[in-house]
């Protein structure tokens, strides 16, 4: 099945930092999605992006599809950005999601 | 105005226990999952069903059974509760069936 590689595993930043995760996929697929999961669990969806790129506020993201991968920039940290981001992708056109390990990001003040 | 909405939050059960845990979702989406994380934070599938009929059921032991009574509900029901059990369980819901769409705050099982 379809792997799905996040980059880095563990990521502490200073307040105000600027930061880029990354995410490889291994197949062809038709949608991506970025979430941001707080520490106290709760799972939000930051971005739907099969291509292109997308801003909302702080962050944004490049999807390329022709090249498995997907990038994820977060300007001027604060520390409610600390939790971790997650990237998934639907294998093929009608199935649920595949989700990376994540990247367990800490911003410190 | 939530989304998908799962209930309890937390669930703390002994082992060999019988429990439910409910999901509902107000979009009018056509599929709704189940999901479980691991103490590692890995998120897996479980179950999706569109239209209340199910249509993935990955490598999930049988004490867990989805019921769909709607397509605006799909509830989670676990017998003979074992300690491996512990986890979150995520509920979410899209308008295809590609997995995209919003998930519930999780419910914690905790069986001891």
């Known amino acids: 099945g379809i792997q799905v590689e996040q980059s880095p595993p563990d990521l502490i930043l200073q307040e105000g930092a600027n930061s880029t995760l990354r995410c490889n996929f291994s197949?062809?697929?038709?949608?991506l999605q970025w979430f941001h999961q707080n520490p106290w669990g709760q799972l939000i969806n930051l971005f739907y992006i099969p291509s292109g790129t997308k801003q909302n506020g702080r962050l944004s993201a490049t999807t390329v599809a022709t090249e498995r991968y997907s990038l994820l920039y977060i300007s001027s940290s604060q520390t409610t950005d600390s939790g971790v981001y997650f990237c998934a992708v639907p294998p093929q056109g009608n199935t649920p999601l595949v989700f990376g390990k994540g990247t367990r990001l800490s911003v410190i003040a | 105005d939530t989304a998908v909405s799962q209930t309890p939050k937390y669930l703390v059960t002994q082992m060999g226990n019988d429990k439910s845990i409910k999901c509902e979702q107000n979009?009018?989406?056509?599929?709704m999952y189940w999901y479980k994380q691991d103490s590692k934070k890995f998120l897996k599938i479980m179950f999706s069903?569109?239209?209340?009929?199910?249509?993935i059921n990955e490598t999930v032991p049988n004490r867990f059974s989805p019921k769909s009574p709607d397509k605006a509900h799909l509830n989670l029901h676990i017998n003979s509760l074992e300690l491996g059990d512990s986890a979150v369980y995520f509920c979410a819901s899209s308008q295809d069936s590609s997995g995209s769409g919003l998930f519930g705050q999780g419910t914690r099982l905790t069986v001891v």
């Open positions: 197949d062809s697929v038709n949608n």
């Open positions: 069903y569109n239209n209340k009929e199910l249509i």
């Open positions: 979009l009018g989406h056509d599929t």
